[in-house]
């Protein structure tokens, strides 16, 4: 099952193929611009869910971590 940051991240990178499908299939400087700024809102986008998938990967390494010390007889 695919995980909501990495189905965010598809998402993310959907948009930004159609946003850049409608900045070559414009001629109208107005929605250029529009697709343009849209396009850079997915590109930030993308990198947030990056970056929030690998600190849940680091989150869940810490936590696997603190289990095994917690497991270690004293």
Known sequence: MTKPTEMA???FRSAQS???RGILNTTDVTA???FAGLQ???DGLVNLSIG????YMLL???N???DQQSLRPR
Do not use: C, G, P, Q
């Not at 929030?52 to 600190?55: M, N, Q």
């Open 52 to 55: 929030l998938r690998a600190t």
């Open 18 to 20: 159609s946003f850049t």
């Open 40 to 42: 850079h809102i997915a």
């Open 32 to 34: 250029m611009d529009t």
């Open 60 to 62: 869940e390494e810490v």
């Open 64 to 66: 696997r971590k603190l």
């Open 9 to 11: 991240e598809y998402n």
